[in-house]
């Protein structure tokens, strides 16, 4: 029994001993900044930089894009002086929704992160 007490003690000596060592926060640090160094190395990806932005952003500027080809082919197919002014109607649509569906998505995410 006394053998087993000074192995307890002898290891809250080492816990105590541990806890006051002043290189524990300097490797913390150097590991932290290790990780951040690595991170920076990483080349920057445009593909990646999109699918961060949330679909609140994306969804609008699919809509744009979507609009923007409308007006282009709406007076090519449709001769009429009002075909350019339906073009940036559609346009002004296709954002709307696409901001009210980026919003679902981005609901639709925030569900399910916090679901997890």
Known sequence: MPESETQ????????????????????????SSVIKEKRMQKPFSLKKAWS???????????????GVIVIVVLPNVWNSP????????ATLLFVVFGAVMGNSLD????IKDHLK
């Open 8 to 31: 307890r003690l002898k290891r809250l000596r080492q816990k105590q001993l541990a806890d006051r060592d002043p290189l524990v926060k300097q490797r913390q640090f150097q590991h």
């Open 52 to 66: 961060d932005l949330p679909h609140v952003i994306r969804s609008p500027f699919y809509g744009l894009i979507l």
């Open 82 to 89: 009002y075909a350019v002014l339906a073009g940036a109607g």
């Open 107 to 110: 609901l639709r995410d925030d």
